[in-house]
């Protein structure tokens, strides 16, 4: 039969939302839903969303999010058939986010985006999370649709792919599981999400984005500074620089695909458990660096030969080229400097 979540999801009639909305109500009128902890809900509605708002027992909610889109068309002569760009509706985007934000009981939300772009510049449903004050856990998928990108493409725009939820995350004081997964479940691509600072949650202690890369050099600046104060601010506007921290000091778990510069893992002085799951891109001097973490217990390695990032820079210990010939060899070479070097030093527990 395989996950009921995969099924297609069918648009309901008009009739369906306010029906389940108002047995719903007349429920939690009566108290006859005191244990009732959990909804899953793939044909999400402004109805259903508000007479979930009167059931105080519910703290998990997880939202199949594919809400009315409408179309507009990029008529091209490099185009046949033409190019579509899938944006969410305003108007009932704005009704669920109103709704959303009344759940004020919420400590657990899953949000699973189909055919929308999480960008936040084009997806109003965001401003839901502003009135969910005791939100505590957040799962959300995080990446552009293809026609998104085709249509990043077509500008001629950088294609690269963001996790940038900072600006959007109100829930920040509170959040302490922040876990974010592609759209298509397909976790190590060659377009992997880049990760943006999310330093401003400092309640945070678990973040999971095994698709995520931190790329690049941590500041020299913030490299000098890394064993002290770790603080949100700074002495420059690191919004947008993609020299400045990107994870805030309170994490005890981090899975992430991959990172540059173990600079950035240096600052998490209560980390106990790292996954990386492409250590292949990975160098071993990088790698050893993590010996100087000493709240690190737990580090779990992964290693696999196909869809390597394309960096601007080569791997450290492989020479001066940008591109690899053979990407096997390239990922055998590594592997096997990491179980020579680094495997022995580090408190390796998966592999």
């Known amino acids: 039969m395989g996950d009921w979540r995969e099924k297609q999801v069918i ?39 508000s007479a979930l708002a009167k059931v105080s027992s519910l703290t998990k909610l997880e939202l199949y999010c594919s809400v009315a ?102 829930c920040k004081h509170t959040l302490a599981k922040l876990t974010v997964l592609p759209t298509d479940g397909y976790l190590f691509g060659s377009d992997r999400p880049l990760l943006r600072p999310l330093t401003s949650l400092q309640a945070l202690t678990d973040l999971v984005a095994p698709a995520a890369v931190i790329e690049g050099d941590l ?3 913030d490299e000098a500074n890394s064993r002290g104060t770790c603080s949100a601010d700074s002495h420059y506007d690191k919004a947008r620089d993609k020299g400045g921290p990107v994870l805030p000091c309170s994490l005890r778990k981090l899975e992430l695909s991959s990172v540059d510069d173990m600079g950035h893992l240096l600052r998490l002085t209560s980390l106990t458990l790292l996954a990386l799951h492409v250590a292949a891109e990975v160098s071993a001097q990088q790698l050893l660096r993590l010996t100087a973490l000493g709240s690190l217990a737990h580090l779990r390695l992964g290693y696999f030969a196909s869809n390597w990032r394309m960096r601007r820079t080569a791997h450290p210990l ?3 080229s940008t591109a690899y010939d053979d990407e096997e060899d390239t990922a055998v070479t590594v592997l096997k400097q990491h179980a020579a070097q680094a495997w022995a030093v580090l408190p390796l527990r998966h592999l």
């Open 11 to 49: 648009a309901p009639c008009a009739c369906a939302p306010i029906l389940i909305a108002s047995h719903l109500k007349a429920a939690a009128a009566r108290n006859i839903l005191p244990n009732l902890h959990t909804v899953v809900d793939n044909m999400p509605s402004p109805a259903v969303l």
């Open 69 to 170: 889109v409408k179309h507009w068309y990029l008529i091209d002569d490099n185009f046949s058939p033409a190019e579509h760009r899938v944006m969410v509706d305003p108007a009932s985007a704005s009704k669920l986010a109103c709704e959303l934000s009344g759940l004020r009981q919420l400590r657990a939300l899953h949000l699973r985006w189909a055919d929308i772009s999480t960008r936040n510049d084009v997806n109003p449903l965001w401003r839901g999370l502003s009135g969910l004050s005791q939100l505590t856990s957040l799962t959300t998928t995080y990446t552009l649709p293809e026609d998104d990108m085709g249509y990043l493409c077509y500008l001629g725009q950088d294609k690269s792919i963001e996790i940038d939820l900072q600006g959007q995350l109100t």
């Open 219 to 221: 500041h020299p600046y």
């Open 318 to 320: 492989l020479g001066d």
